[in-house]
């Protein structure tokens, strides 16, 4: 059982609680206009590695994660593509008594979060545009089955934080914000993090001759957050901006 790993990222202090060791996983089903992870799409960008050969890089950082309540993150593209190279992972990191991230599309049969259900201690849970067309434009999928998905896992107990990347007029208008306050209120959920447009990302699309859909964005200004910010509290979801 073996993963195609591109990036193994130590001493992470935005992928979960604590200092983490992130896992970054190669393939994606969605083609985000925003993606920071574009290695994600290249299999000439990735290394092939055994469960136990990672956690041997993970553990090295054992001490850190005891102190801090930090652990395993496993990021992508998105990781739930290959549910059974996950599980095997997910469970030698239960082995060594580690806490568990995932952090997921939700673009993936339903299954697939099923069957990784019972080893991970948390999800990071993105939703990116609650209109579906407008989703379909803007990642290459529809939204319907990650909606599913992410009330399937709420429904199940799952520890789920919900996470949004903040897209100066693109889905920070009043109408999405809006949708999304709705659906995650109708799911008993009233925490959302925003996580800000960035553009550090465009240097690698340019590495790996790729075109950045969004380069002439800008970042959302601090007015501009924070009008997304009361937005969502006035309709009951308590919105954290990530300060990474």
């Known amino acids: 059982m073996e993963l195609r790993v591109f990036d193994v990222q130590r001493f992470s202090i935005h992928d979960g609680p604590g200092i983490r060791t992130t896992v970054f996983l190669e393939g994606c089903p969605l083609r985000c206009a925003w993606c920071q992870n574009p290695e994600s799409f290249r299999t000439d960008e990735a290394s092939t590695m055994t469960p136990e050969a990672i956690l041997d890089e993970v553990l090295k950082d054992r001490d850190f994660y005891s102190v801090s309540g930090g652990g395993l993150t496993v990021s992508g593209g998105e990781p739930l593509l290959r549910p059974a190279s996950v599980c095997a992972l997910l469970e030698e990191a239960k082995r060594h008594g580690l806490h568990t991230c995932v952090q997921t599309s939700g673009a993936v049969p339903e299954a697939n979060l099923a069957r990784v259900l ?65 659906f995650l209120v109708g799911l008993g959920v009233t925490t959302l993090e925003l996580v800000p447009y960035h553009r550090l990302y465009i240097d690698k699309y340019t590495t790996l001759g790729l075109e950045p859909r969004l ?3 800008e970042p959302p200004s601090p007015a501009e957050r924070m009008r997304a910010v009361e937005r969502l509290n006035r309709h009951g979801v308590v919105a954290e901006i990530d300060a990474g």
């Open 118 to 182: 019972g080893l991970v201690d948390l999800f990071q849970f993105d939703l990116k545009h609650m209109n579906t067309e407008r989703h379909r434009e803007l990642t290459g999928a529809p939204n319907e089955r990650i909606l599913r998905n992410a009330a399937f896992l709420v429904e199940r107990g799952a520890t789920v934080r919900f996470r949004m990347p903040l897209l100066p007029g693109i889905n920070d208008d009043d109408e999405n914000l809006t949708e999304l306050a709705r």
């Open 215 to 217: 380069k002439d964005l």
